[in-house]
């Protein structure tokens, strides 16, 4: 296919740009469909950090009010019963929090998975609208990356970060409350060491950040290199080319390497440093404590809890900082989901539509709901507020057509041509004469600059996009099939086809005889493009595809050049069958297929430049004639 | 299998071995820490010695620097262990798959091979560095925590023994039960995939029969399908946690109640309770740890599958012991050979009988049927395949003596799926030779007749095709693949289908070349074109992997009804081309 292509090395760094912006549109998808969800999983989580921030208050409670007088009044016969209470009290709030923190686990799967779903398929549906020319200027790997590792970074995004983000939030700050409550001099001592936590912590997470950048872009590079070699190993052999190939990719794997290791050990450093000054900020706390102890400001229990709070308190402060990597990469992923979902669709601002009719009193068309294979074109008139209906008949005209993939370089000029309904018209000329680009202009792949083609009179910027394909059969330069079965790859062409029409349309196309001889026939499933098939049996369910569909007008891009002559001698009898009454347009090297065309249009550089039946442009003895004696000549 | 991944460690063994240890002291001084916290608040705070706090504190802040070294190193290390070996383990797929022949290529499909290069190795990457930093550390914490909370008061730390085989076997089942469910996803992943490189390859079938809604809706139920299975997977992952807050709860609900009463009969003091409630929490989140490192494990064990299903894969074409090295001409020659693919499972033969002498420097026309084995047939000769009956000779040597270097370059193939690399024109050329001029290479595209588009292009040779050579036509594209075949000077030349995208005039011109310009070659052309065939020497006709007729273009349009039959249907047979023939 002789289209634009984008840079494909240019892939873009994965980094957030404005990672507010990412995380709003995160959680605007969390809400839309999960806002309750996840307005009990807040309720959970504050719950749960309440109910655990109880455990550990209770620790001063045991010290303080139940061990502390027994060792006072050591004769006294311990009275067990007010403990055996105060565990009982605590045992509630324990199992409330054990529920609470289980709900919530629960329902988090349930909003995780199901965003990453409605985020897929919201990204296929999107994908579905958008222009051929995406496809054209994105690499395919790139797009299917977006589905897989970026979706990916999504699950650890809402299902750990976020909720961890905001547990932390809850219990820093309810903790926080608590320690004040007890000893404002050792909280001044926690909050200064937490400030060393957090800038070693910074500093540890910047340089990890940064590696971690460079590997991604790195894998990509990598991955790059390797779908090519791969994809062209057989050449590779054939060159004996496989050395100077493992010395490139030797070096591109020794910087990926470089780059991960210098990750990796960045961010394995996060635990240790805030385990580390986690333990020193708790023996300043234990000195400072004792002190207050000693000179009886504080009660042995409250130094007891404190500790304990301390270390509640630092956790939540480096479970953050653990995370910070996947927010980073989540946010990368996220502009790149996004940035797809915010492509511009293609725009269809036809309203001609192609509507079932049958014909009343004599001549007139009406619309009607039945199928009776009889189909119009349903044409509202603004100004004069009418409709007609006008037959669909396959009358195809360019008028002074301009075209290029870019404003800038036009590739097709001044293509002027009428097809009659039911003729054939064929398209040759030497390779890059423009020939392949013609037909993804009737069919609206793109749109032309100047100029304009009517179908069936109506230029085809009115006709709805949907209704215009519809009425137009294509057969493709390169088959593509898809998985399932040979009978769902020929219904492709007509969704709610009989298994009879089916097995017509194979027989049509001459793909009945080889399906036939397959042990599962028209029920063997196809993987991989059809990777079981040959060439030029792929073609064959291609043409069968185009047969069911049974449309007026025709595309045949090279259709049959790599079926052998004997297969493609049949072929062209069952195709001149379907061709029979039908517009079409067909492209081919060998001229032998197209002489029976009722018009020849020969091409060069974008123009054309001869154009007449097989027999007129003989006469004529030139560029046709070259072509055509060309045939026969070496 | 794991011996096979383990294999590729090599010049990171010393850091995997450090990093276990280095965690192991992380680990002792994480233990060491209760201890001394009980410490304080026994001997210090409640005896009120100032001095015994900061003392043992001092102690606390050096066993703090200790595990602060051994955690910044152990971290280091395990960095440099698995990316190391997700390194070598790249390196050393990439160079077995350099040396697989076309039959091993064809067992792999390109996108699996990617993924076990990337997605797989990545896995194991990650899961190296797990083991390495926490599947030593989790169990010596767990011995750890257990040996110091039986110093402290083995009566209170049998509490943890039941507690701790509780819960194993709860999370063992867990994990099982979940591992099963993880598994039925990857296939469920697969078919997602498949739906949009589908869709994005095919994209203008799929505008061009408007079956977006259909596509979407199949789509949908793919993505559904994960959803469920990953919900229906994480909800038993996630009763680890529960379960686990309901051990721990426990525990110290019971260490609180019995250690009170002990407390009060002068059997434990409250340091002690203290830093027993704190190994309490690390036994248990070890426990958890090796839970988590279970689960890796089973995840990363397809990935590992995979990849040793690559590096164990051999070459089934192998370099003779004392190999020929030099190709004595182009002659070539079929000896009952017969081929089937996959012939080791019963492979059905696709090419029968052959038998073929040619001589050096002809010019042979290959034709037939789609799937008579025409291509099959030319890989036989650069020993893309072997034969699996009889033997293929090369200049009078069975082409199996040959080293394979030396044989491929003497046989140079232009395949029928071909393609261009990203780089420049120049660079795709040079495949061909790598230290070719300029001129040679300009040379061998005016041969192809290729000089003329290249040179209209603003680059010219400089000119940088795209990945896939996108950027250039089809048949540009096949004409540059001929040059690209010519630079190697090969004794024998094999077109497969080469110009079929080449229109008519441009074909005749370029074989007019290869007869002028190289007539010692011995050139192999398989088309479907009777034009591109005709004037060869001789014309082999394949018939369902038997030769069916053998001879000039003449002789066969007299003998041969394939043949005729096809010659008639390109001619149509009809009185205006007889007039245009020029003969």
């Known amino acids: 296919m002789p289209g634009p292509r984008g840079n494909m090395l240019g892939r873009p760094m994965p980094k957030a740009k404005d990672p507010g912006k990412m995380f709003r549109r995160i959680m605007g998808y969390v809400m839309k469909d999960y806002a309750p969800h996840y307005a009990i999983v807040i309720v959970c989580i504050i719950t749960s950090v309440l109910c655990s921030l109880q455990g550990t208050l209770f620790m001063r409670e045991l010290i303080d009010k139940y061990i502390t007088p027994f060792l006072l009044n050591e004769d006294a016969l311990p009275n067990y019963e007010p403990l055996a209470h105060a565990i009982a009290r605590v045992a509630v709030f324990y199992a409330i929090g054990i529920v609470a923190s289980f709900i919530q686990a629960r329902l988090l799967i349930r909003i995780t998975q199901g965003t990453m779903e409605s985020m897929r398929n919201d990204l296929f549906e999107k994908m579905e609208k958008l222009p051929i020319k995406y496809f054209d200027t994105h690499a395919h790997g790139d797009i299917m990356s977006i589905y897989t590792n970026d979706i990916d970074t999504m699950r650890q995004m809402i299902s750990m970060s976020m909720p961890q983000c905001f547990n932390s939030a809850i219990t820093i700050i309810s903790v926080l409350i608590s320690m004040i409550v007890l000893s404002p001099w050792m909280t001044l001592v926690t909050i200064i060491m937490v400030g060393v936590m957090l800038g070693c912590t910074g500093y540890a997470a910047k340089n990890s950040g940064k590696h971690f950048v460079r590997q991604q872009k790195q894998l990509g590079t990598v991955n790059g290199y390797i779908e090519e070699m791969i994809t062209g190993q057989k050449v590779i052999k054939v060159f004996c080319h496989e050395e100077s190939g493992i010395r490139k990719f030797n070096e591109l794997n020794d910087e990926l390497f470089d780059a991960a290791k210098k990750a990796n050990t960045y961010a394995n450093a996060l635990g240790p440093i805030n385990a580390q000054l986690g333990n020193l900020s708790y023996v300043l706390c234990a000195i400072t404590g004792g002190a207050l102890a000693l000179s009886g400001n504080v009660s042995v229990g409250s130094v007891a809890s404190f500790l304990s709070l301390n270390k509640s308190f630092n956790m939540p402060i480096s479970q953050v900082a653990q995370q910070f990597n996947s927010i980073i990469v989540a946010m990368a992923g996220a502009e790149r989901i996004f940035g797809l979902m915010d492509e511009t669709p293609e725009v269809d601002e036809g309203y001609v539509t192609l509507v079932n009719v049958k014909k009343v009193s004599g001549e007139k068309l009406e619309e009607t709901l039945e199928r009776t294979g009889v189909w119009a074109w349903k044409h509202y008139h603004k100004d004069t507020d009418t409709t007609d209906y006008k037959p669909l008949e396959g009358n195809v005209v360019f008028d002074g057509v301009d075209f290029g993939y870019t404003d800038e370089k036009m590739v097709l000029h001044d293509i002027k041509l009428e097809a009659k309904p039911g003729q054939k018209i064929a398209f040759v000329g030497s390779t890059g004469a423009g020939k392949t680009t013609i037909t993804n202009l009737i069919n609206r792949f793109y749109d032309i600059q100047d100029g304009k083609i009517r179908y069936d009179g109506i230029n085809v910027n009115k006709i709805r996009k949907d209704d215009l394909r519809r009425s137009l059969g294509m057969v493709l330069q390169e088959t593509c099939l898809f998985t399932g079965t040979i009978a769902d790859n020929i219904r492709f062409g007509k969704l709610g086809a009989t298994d009879d029409e089916v097995i017509a349309a194979a027989k049509l196309a001459n793909a009945d005889e080889f399906i036939t001889k397959l042990p599962d026939g028209y029920n063997t499933m196809l993987t991989g493009n059809g990777a079981s098939l040959s060439q030029g049996q792929r073609q064959l369910l291609a043409i069968a595809r185009a047969a069911i569909a049974d449309p007026p007008v025709l595309i045949l891009d090279e259709a049959t050049s790599s079926i052998d002559t004997r297969t493609e001698r049949i072929v062209q009898e069952g195709m001149d069958k379907l061709m029979h009454g039908r517009t079409s347009f067909v492209i081919a090297h060998r001229l032998s297929t197209v002489r029976n065309a009722d018009c020849i249009m020969v091409m060069e550089q974008g123009r054309i430049v001869e154009k007449g039946t097989h027999d007129q442009l003989i006469e004529m003895k030139g560029r046709y004639y070259t072509l055509y004696t060309g045939n026969s000549i070496a | ?583």
């Open chain 2, 1 to 583: 299998m794991v011996r096979r991944i383990l294999s590729e460690v090599k010049e990171y063994t010393l850091p995997s071995l450090i990093t276990p240890l280095c965690m192991i002291l992380e680990v002792a001084m994480e233990m060491v820490v209760p201890y001394l916290m009980a410490s304080i608040i026994d001997y210090g705070v409640y005896a009120g010695n100032m001095n015994h706090i900061l003392k043992t504190g001092l102690f606390m802040v050096l066993a703090a620097i200790v595990g602060f070294i051994g955690g910044i190193l152990g971290g280091k290390f395990g960095a440099v262990a698995s990316t190391g070996l997700a390194r070598n383990l790249r390196k050393s797929m990439y160079e077995n798959i350099q040396t697989f022949s076309f039959s091993n290529i064809d067992k792999f499909s390109t996108s699996s091979l990617i993924t076990r290069l990337t997605t797989d190795v990545t896995n194991i990457q990650n899961s190296y560095q797990m083991i390495l930093r926490m599947a030593m550390r989790a169990p010596a914490s767990l011995i750890a925590a257990m040996f110091m909370a039986f110093y402290i008061n083995a009566r209170i730390a049998r509490i943890y023994l039941i507690a701790v085989f509780i819960l194993a076997i709860f999370l063992v089942c867990i994990m099982l039960s979940a591992t099963k469910i993880f598994r039925q996803a990857f296939p469920k992943y697969d078919e997602l995939n498949e739906s949009v490189q589908e869709n994005v390859t095919a994209i203008r079938v799929v505008k061009a029969y408007v079956r977006e809604d259909e596509q979407i809706s199949r789509f949908k139920k793919a993505s559904q399908a994960i959803y469920q299975i990953f919900c229906k997977a994480e909800g038993k992952v996630v009763l680890n946690g529960p379960v686990m807050t309901l051990t721990v709860y426990t525990c110290i609900l019971t260490i609180s109640w019995i250690g009170a009463k002990m407390i009060s009969v002068g059997d434990l003091t409250t340091g002690e309770l203290m830093s027993l409630l704190a190994y309490c929490m690390n036994i248990l989140m070890s426990l958890m740890m090796l839970s988590m490192i279970f689960v890796m494990i089973t995840m990363s064990a397809a990935s590992a599958e995979r990849i040793v299903e690559v590096l164990n894969e051999e070459s089934d074409l192998k370099n003779p012991e004392n190999p020929i090295t030099e190709v004595k001409d182009g002659s070539v020659s079929f000896k009952n050979a017969a081929f089937a693919y996959n012939y080791d499972k019963g492979g059905k033969p696709v090419l029968e009988n052959i038998n073929l002498e040619i001589k050096s420097g002809e010019t042979i026309g290959i034709m037939g049927a789609t799937g008579s084995s025409k291509s099959t047939l030319v890989s036989l000769i650069s020993r893309l395949y072997d034969v699996t009956e009889g033997s293929v000779s090369v200049g009078g040597v069975n082409v199996k003596e040959y080293d394979l270097e030396v044989l491929r370059n003497a046989v140079s193939v232009v395949l029928q799926k071909n393609q261009l690399f990203s780089g420049t024109i120049l660079d795709n050329l040079r495949w061909g030779k790598e230290d070719a001029t300029e001129e040679e290479c300009i040379n061998a595209c005016k041969m192809a007749c290729a000089d003329e588009f290249i040179s209209r292009m603003p680059d010219g040779y400089n000119t940088r095709i795209e990945q896939g050579g996108s950027n250039v036509s089809g048949g540009q594209k096949q004409r540059l693949c001929i040059a690209r075949a010519l630079l190697k000077s090969p004794r024998i030349l094999i077109l497969d289908d080469s110009t079929s995208a080449v229109d008519t005039a441009t074909d005749a011109k370029i074989r007019e070349a290869f007869r002028t310009m190289i007539p010692g070659v011995t050139k192999f052309i398989i088309a479907q074109r009777i034009s591109s065939i005709q004037d060869a020497d001789r014309i082999i006709v394949l018939d369902n992997g038997h030769v069916n007729g053998i001879g000039t273009h003449d002789e066969l349009l007299k003998n041969n009804e394939i043949y005729r039959e096809v010659y008639e249907s390109q001619t149509g047979g009809s009185g205006d081309f007889d007039e245009t023939e020029v003969d």
